[in-house]
């Protein structure tokens, strides 16, 4: 068996900061090797333009496994393990090493492309392209996979946006599938086709398949729907060209929510339109909400209380904490996430955008509860 490294993968986000890699960004690693595999096939029939399939086993005995991750955001050791017998003449690569190099750069020639306002096509057949659908799935606005290419070529860097292009240059294709998470109530259930239906704070209504695992919950978040009960669904949502969910694919996870829920709440203020108070209210940003919901699923910690949620009159938000007498606020400005805290005499400034800044306001909600329950031990 021959072992090769061939690709180190750059992370870059803050959730790769630490050197940690998310699952669901691993889970793009198993649809790369299927990728690679396939790439690495069409390349061999370009050479053997009279066949019409690759020969019987042709690249069976290859895997591509994560080797290590190094430091610097955090780097991907892509090894390719090939069991198939080593070549007569020494230091000669394999045919299956050969194509499977090919793949490569032939898929980031593509990426580069997508991102250079090039034609992808012109690297990969077109049907080729749907891999792009699962590879890159759990990247989030603001990060990227970079591959770094060597000989003066600029790096291929594959973020949200150009794994959008790429998927849709497809001929044909009209939906991209994307990690999604919705808020929103039951409204039915069908057990016949084994789908439930959650209406969101806009009023539209999503179907997803209704997951054995998950069934009871969801018969519980419907019959509790009108007394206003709210469930997360986190799963594979289907969009359309317009960016617009039209259903999910798959469900991962079902989550009954608090009534406080933070990011429920900021749909609810995506509802809101210019004057919405007394003529003077300015509308908050839709794509500024989403990403506070975001922050705040990221780094709030589950063990301190919800804050309400309301919006202010310039666009921004506004959280407030009620406990026992106390009532903590901290206003956010948006898009600058600057979030300006007060709570009596104790005034400070918080960049949201951030771990340590909400590290910080944490520090501070933790500190009054704290400061409250030894007061009523006393």
Request: glycine share 8%.
């Given at each position: 068996?021959?072992?090769?490294?061939?690709?180190?993968?750059?992370?870059?986000?803050?959730?790769?900061?630490?050197?940690?890699?998310?699952?669901?960004?691993?889970?793009?690693?198993?649809?790369?090797?299927?990728?690679?595999?396939?790439?690495?096939?069409?390349?061999?029939?370009?050479?053997?333009?009279?066949?019409?399939?690759?020969?019987?086993?042709?690249?069976?005995?290859?895997?591509?496994?994560?080797?290590?991750?190094?430091?610097?955001?955090?780097?991907?050791?892509?090894?390719?393990?090939?069991?198939?017998?080593?070549?007569?003449?020494?230091?000669?690569?394999?045919?299956?090493?050969?194509?499977?190099?090919?793949?490569?750069?032939?898929?980031?020639?593509?990426?580069?492309?997508?991102?250079?306002?090039?034609?992808?096509?012109?690297?990969?057949?077109?049907?080729?392209?749907?891999?792009?659908?699962?590879?890159?799935?759990?990247?989030?606005?603001?990060?990227?996979?970079?591959?770094?290419?060597?000989?003066?070529?600029?790096?291929?860097?594959?973020?949200?946006?150009?794994?959008?292009?790429?998927?849709?240059a497809a001929p044909g294709v009209t939906f991209i599938t994307d990690d999604a998470v919705r808020r929103g109530t039951v409204?039915?259930?069908?057990?016949?086709?084994?789908?439930?239906?959650?209406?969101?704070?806009?009023?539209?209504?999503?179907?997803?398949?209704?997951?054995?695992?998950?069934?009871?919950?969801?018969?519980?978040?419907?019959?509790?729907?009108?007394?206003?009960?709210?469930?997360?669904?986190?799963?594979?949502?289907?969009?359309?060209?317009?960016?617009?969910?039209?259903?999910?694919?798959?469900?991962?996870?079902?989550?009954?929510?608090?009534?406080?829920?933070?990011?429920?709440?900021?749909?609810?203020?995506?509802?809101?339109?210019?004057?919405?108070?007394?003529?003077?209210?300015?509308?908050?940003?839709a794509i500024s909400l989403e990403k506070l919901g975001q922050l705040f699923t990221d780094y709030y910690p589950n063990e301190?209380?919800?804050?309400?949620?309301?919006?202010?009159?310039?666009?921004?938000?506004?959280?407030?904490?009620?406990?026992?007498?106390?009532?903590?606020?901290?206003?956010?400005?948006?898009?600058?996430?600057?979030?300006?805290?007060?709570?009596?005499?104790?005034?400070?400034?918080?960049?949201?955008?951030?771990?340590?800044?909400?590290?910080?306001?944490?520090?501070?909600?933790?500190?009054?509860?704290?400061?409250?329950?030894?007061?009523?031990?006393?």
């Open positions: 068996m021959s072992e090769v490294e061939f690709l180190k993968p750059r992370l870059d986000g803050p959730r790769f900061r630490d050197h940690a890699i998310p699952l669901d960004v691993l889970k793009d690693l198993a649809a790369f090797e299927e990728f690679l595999i396939s790439v690495a096939k069409t390349e061999w029939l370009k050479d053997h333009p009279t066949r019409r399939r690759t020969p019987r086993g042709f690249m069976s005995d290859v895997a591509v496994k994560l080797k290590g991750v190094e430091e610097g955001s955090a780097i991907l050791v892509l090894t390719a393990f090939i069991a198939s017998t080593t070549p007569l003449i020494p230091n000669a690569i394999s045919p299956q090493q050969a194509y499977l190099q090919r793949a490569s750069e032939a898929i980031l020639e593509a990426v580069s492309a997508a991102e250079t306002g090039g034609s992808p096509t012109d690297s990969l057949p077109a049907k080729t392209l749907a891999y792009f659908d699962r590879f890159g799935r759990g990247l989030r606005d603001g990060e990227s996979i970079t591959f770094n290419r060597g000989d003066g070529i600029s790096p291929a860097r594959l973020t949200p946006q150009t794994r959008r292009r790429l998927v849709l409204v039915d259930t069908n057990d016949a086709d084994r789908t439930f239906t959650i209406r969101l704070a806009t009023g539209q209504e999503v179907k997803a398949p209704l997951p054995p695992e998950h069934r009871d919950a969801i018969l519980d978040a419907q019959r509790e729907a009108p007394s206003g009960i709210r469930i997360a669904v986190h799963g594979v949502g289907r969009f359309n060209r317009s960016e617009k969910l039209v259903g999910f694919d798959g469900v991962e996870d079902i989550t009954p929510l608090e009534p406080l829920d933070v990011p429920a709440r900021l749909d609810e203020l995506q509802l809101l339109k210019a004057g919405w108070l007394d003529g003077g209210g300015k509308a908050p940003n301190l209380p919800l804050p309400y949620t309301f919006p202010t009159e310039n666009g921004g938000v506004q959280f407030e904490w009620r406990i026992n007498e106390a009532t903590p606020e901290i206003e956010i400005d948006l898009p600058s996430f600057r979030g300006e805290w007060l709570s009596g005499d104790d005034e400070a400034t918080f960049d949201l955008t951030s771990a340590e800044g909400w590290a910080g306001l944490a520090d501070r909600v933790a500190s009054l509860v704290a400061t409250i329950l030894n007061e009523e031990i006393a």
